[in-house]
């Protein structure tokens, strides 16, 4: 399969304070003037610059055809990457090398003019990428039509609300047949169901075989639709590798609440004289610890506890919330095994599965505990916001999602049984 970008060392340099590059205007001038006695006094010296690299060495080849999710926190240089690819901005080292015509959409403000009109920024924007007016006319019905926006055509961008501008500007950089495609951020600003109409296109543009790299902080929308993604932190990519993998290196080093949490001193673990919470984890059906977990499959919460003191019968208890707060299930160890049993001292280990298809995709949280409730009901050990995970759906596989690529609502998503019948099978 051919490349459609290559990067090679990649670096940018950005020098803060200090006095900046580049002609002021007049009125900047003047306010230089008026203003330098009051920074002198306030400041007492001249200000240092200080240099930030917001990429070090970026080595990238992306295929063509290929939909790559790029993923990490904020300031990690996600945006300035776009903006070199896109020839937005230069890098201070190295070199990227792209193949095609690059449609962008980056941050609000990116590539429109605010004293133009909607309908003069859709051609001037078909114009930078090198298209003719009669390509641009024949596709400024569709423009229009996706971005809901005819009304306002004739007014210029600078009286547009956010979520205007983000409709005009995907609808331009998704209709002017780039072969490359550079998404910033375009599911965070705009209503459901544009949001909805973006997911579309994008599943539409990737079936022509074209390419995408998408930024997003949407965990869910890069696990269900790119092929690839990469982590970068600091400025370096960190993670390359299968969306799943890439969101739970992220996600794992993004939470205060991990996929593990251990107490190697026993006497600060959780608990009492009868029993001490050691260690809960989150692991995947191959018993590996993990922080995404596939909706179609088992999710284990493990928990390792040391029993001190014989003659109690004791039952662990998992309970799960959402983000949001709400309780999902709680969940007590009934087996027939341990259950009115008393436990000798030693080290236990206790896993509840969750089964596949049952969770929605998103974050959840564990709380657990071990009780007593023979003969009565004895709180011995409790750690609440214990562990977390997030449940991951991809459009692969035989998910409750089936064709659906937007987000779904609710807080179960189960794999029902459908009957279908034609009217004459039922007479």
Known sequence: MSLAIKSENISKRYRLGGLRPGHATFRESIASVITAPFRRIRDGAKPESQTLWALRDINLEVKAGELLGIIGHNGAGKSTLLKILSRVVK??????????????????????????TGRENIFMSGAILGMTRAEIERKFDEIVEFSELAQFLETPLKWYSSGMYVRLAFAVAAHLEPEILMMDEVLAVGDASFQQKCLDKMHEIRQEGRTILFVSHDMAAVTRLCHRAVLLEHGRITADASPREVVSQYLSSSWTTDAVREWPDREAAPGDDVVRIRRVRVCAEDGQTSAAVDIRKPAGIEILYDVLEEGHVLAPVVEIFNEEGAQIFSSHDTHSDWRRRPR????????????????????????????????????????????????????????????????????????????????????
């Open 91 to 116: 890098p201070t080292t190295g070199q990227a090398v792209v193949y095609g015509r690059v449609g962008s959409m980056l941050e609000i403000g990116t590539g429109f003019h605010e004293e133009l």
């Open 344 to 427: 000798a001292p030693g080290s236990f280990k206790s896993t509840v599965w969750i089964p596949g298809n049952l969770l929605a995709e998103g974050i959840f949280i564990a709380h657990v505990s071990l009780m007593s409730h023979h003969p009565r009901t004895l709180l011995h050990a409790q750690e609440r916001n214990v562990v977390a995970f997030h449940v991951v759906d991809s459009q692969s596989g035989d998910s409750a999602r089936g064709d659906y690529i937007g987000p779904m609502p609710g807080i179960v998503r189960p794999l029902l049984q459908w009957t279908t019948e034609t009217e004459e099978e039922n007479k």
